[in-house]
């Protein structure tokens, strides 16, 4: 049985390691989601060198070359249209949009921050995770709304901070679980089994209650 498989564009900024695991996620026959799009707002992004590897359509719209947000915008737009995309995924897109254009796709386009939303939105997420003492943080992947690293939630996973932690090893250990989450969010949404009510995410999936984490352990 063929699937209908949501056209989706993943934006990104550099590295590109979460959108090589939506892309691989999606090379699953069933995987509800068809990664069309790579696009970034960086020429030089190594994300984009990959995508362009493993021979996906990207696009480079550098943003230093429009004069105003607005018109960054209405070229990633067109590129959007071009290639008829129905759902965004943000994966390490350091650029904050208008809110008119967050609203044109409210409830289709996603993010992922390395941290429990809402706390620590913004950069340099895991050095205040580390000032604050916490003994847990995480990743979480949101809709999109106007204020960064805002929005209703979809998936979140929780990581122990542990002695002799450098935002480095955090950030390290973070990454690995941002790796397991994005692609089960995109999955969800993708599949219509992630819905927006009000502004909280409701999701129809067979959900395991999983042990609790404790840190220190019991
Ligand atoms: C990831 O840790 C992602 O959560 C973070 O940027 C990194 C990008 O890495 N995003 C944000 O901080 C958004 N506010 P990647 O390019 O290897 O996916």
Request: proline share 6%; aromatic share 4%; charged share 20%.
């Amino acid at each position: 049985m063929t699937i209908k498989k949501t056209r989706t564009a993943i934006l990104v900024s550099g590295r590109g390691s979460n959108m090589q695991a939506l892309v691989e996620a999606a090379r699953a026959v069933d995987y509800p989601a068809e990664i069309v799009l790579v696009a970034s707002n960086r020429p030089d992004a190594a994300g984009l060198e990959w995508a362009r590897s493993q021979g996906l359509p990207t696009a480079s719209i550098d943003h230093t070359r429009h004069a105003t947000r607005e018109a960054f915008e209405a070229s990633l737009q067109q590129t959007l249209d071009a290639a008829n995309v129905e759902l965004v995924a943000l994966a390490g897109f350091m650029r904050l949009m208008t809110p008119a254009f967050v609203e044109s796709w409210r409830n289709r386009m996603i993010n992922i921050h390395p941290s429990l939303l809402p706390s620590f939105k913004g950069l340099h997420t895991h050095e205040r995770a580390l000032a604050a003492g916490v003994k847990i943080t995480g990743c979480t992947v949101h809709f999109v709304r106007a204020e960064m690293d805002d929005g209703p939630i979809i998936a979140q996973a929780a990581v122990p901070v542990l002695g002799g932690d450098t935002p480095a090893l955090l950030a390290e250990r973070v990454l690995a679980a941002e790796h397991r989450i994005y692609p089960v969010a995109l999955r969800l949404v993708a599949a219509g089994l992630a819905r927006c009510e009000g502004e909280k995410v409701s999701v129809s999936h067979d959900l395991k209650a999983s042990l609790p984490l404790y840190s220190p352990n019991l």
